[in-house]
């Protein structure tokens, strides 16, 4: 049952964690000071899993934290990270530096660097049959309505060319979609839909403005992409797969008062044993 299904949490800004059978990957790991502290990862999260996967996008402290490598030496990490953070990073056996284009195989999993804007990547990993993908940095960043006409053709001109080296059949899309651009806020997640056809998009980067990231899934309700977005922190979403399209259920919130669920939760057999009522059956 597990191999159809992906877990995916979201914590802020680009962090994610997905789980696939028993690997875990998280996307773009980072803390924020001002948030309440039971909001961080943990060790007791990432307790159970086979392997851990922390992937590191581009250099910049929205995409890491250097506390992720004084993490347990007992936890079955492995670091993968763009190429330009090679003078950031400590150069150690689980940590693997991937220019666009490359790939290496981790136990199970295998991932792929991507070009992106800047010196990033995005990252593809294959796992348990399913391919997820985190754009990283990667979108269509002009402000249309501020930029000269000449810029704007460059810049969707070199988003074009990126989105053709970007992977095909994704079954998990995570990309930007920032409403501080406007009133084209979407137009690089909306080409990103059109041109790869992924079967599931979350957005991501969007800061405290869920009411964007509401019109954005109101807009693209009935496309092919089905358009989930995760607006609390440590909000999920069960992701299975065994049926065309996915269907989704979304795990209750602790209440106030109550334990935060973990990561591993999801390990169990039955991981819609604490869910609201099915989004979609």
Same mark, same amino acid.
């Given at each position: 049952? +597990?191999?159809?299904?992906?877990?995916?949490?979201?914590?802020?800004?680009?962090?994610?964690?997905?789980?696939?059978?028993?690997?875990?990957?998280?996307?773009?790991?980072?803390?924020?000071?001002?948030?309440?502290?039971?909001?961080?990862?943990?060790?007791?999260?990432?307790?159970?899993?086979?392997?851990?996967?922390?992937?590191?996008?581009?250099?910049?402290?929205?995409?890491?934290?250097?506390?992720?490598?004084?993490?347990?030496?007992?936890?079955?990490?492995?670091?993968?990270?763009?190429?330009?953070?090679?003078?950031?990073?400590?150069?150690?056996?689980?940590?693997?530096?991937?220019?666009?284009?490359?790939?290496?195989?981790?136990?199970?999993?295998?991932?792929?660097?991507?070009?992106?804007?800047?010196?990033?990547?995005?990252?593809?990993?294959?796992?348990?049959?399913?391919?997820?993908?985190?754009? #990283?940095?990667?979108?269509?960043?002009?402000?249309?309505?501020?930029?000269?006409?000449?810029?704007?053709?460059?810049?969707?001109?070199?988003?074009?060319?990126?989105?053709?080296?970007?992977?095909?059949?994704?079954?998990?899309?995570?990309?930007?979609?920032?409403?501080?651009?406007?009133?084209?806020?979407?137009?690089?997640?909306?080409?990103?839909?059109?041109?790869?056809?992924?079967?599931?998009?979350?957005?991501?980067?969007?800061?405290?403005?869920?009411?964007?990231?509401?019109?954005?899934?109101?807009?693209?309700? #009935?496309?092919?992409?089905?358009?989930?977005?995760?607006?609390?922190?440590?909000? #999920?979403?069960?992701?299975?797969?065994?049926?065309?399209?996915?269907?989704?259920?979304?795990?209750?919130?602790?209440?106030? #008062?109550?334990?935060?669920?973990? +990561?591993?939760?999801?390990?169990?057999?039955?991981?819609?044993?604490?869910?609201?009522?099915?989004?979609?059956?």
């Amino acid at each position: 049952m +597990l191999q159809n299904m992906v877990n995916v949490t979201y914590f802020y800004r680009s962090c994610f964690a997905v789980s696939v059978d028993k690997t875990l990957l998280l996307f773009s790991y980072t803390r924020v000071d001002d948030q309440d502290r039971d909001a961080w990862i943990s060790p007791a999260d990432m307790a159970g899993f086979r392997h851990i996967v922390v992937f590191i996008p581009a250099p910049s402290v929205a995409h890491m934290d250097v506390e992720a490598f004084s993490w347990p030496s007992y936890l079955p990490v492995d670091f993968v990270a763009a190429q330009s953070l090679k003078t950031y990073i400590p150069e150690q056996e689980n940590v693997h530096f991937l220019k666009a284009g490359e790939s290496v195989e981790l136990l199970e999993t295998k991932v792929t660097a991507h070009p992106s804007v800047d010196d990033g990547v995005a990252f593809s990993a294959k796992v348990a049959e399913r391919t997820i993908y985190h754009a #990283g940095e990667l979108n269509l960043w002009h402000w249309r309505d501020e930029n000269d006409a000449r810029t704007v053709m460059e810049i969707e001109q070199q988003f074009n060319e990126l989105l053709d080296a970007q992977p095909s059949d994704i079954d998990l899309a995570m990309f930007p979609v920032d409403p501080r651009q406007g009133g084209f806020y979407d137009e690089g997640a909306n080409r990103f839909m059109r041109k790869k056809l992924p079967k599931v998009l979350i957005p991501m980067h969007f800061g405290m403005q869920a009411e964007a990231i509401n019109n954005f899934l109101r807009e693209h309700a #009935g496309i092919q992409t089905l358009v989930l977005p995760i607006l609390s922190v440590r909000g #999920g979403l069960v992701l299975d797969y065994s049926h065309t399209p996915p269907h989704y259920y979304v795990p209750k919130l602790p209440q106030q #008062g109550e334990e935060r669920q973990l +990561l591993s939760a999801y390990l169990q057999d039955s991981p819609f044993a604490s869910t609201d009522m099915p989004i979609r059956l």
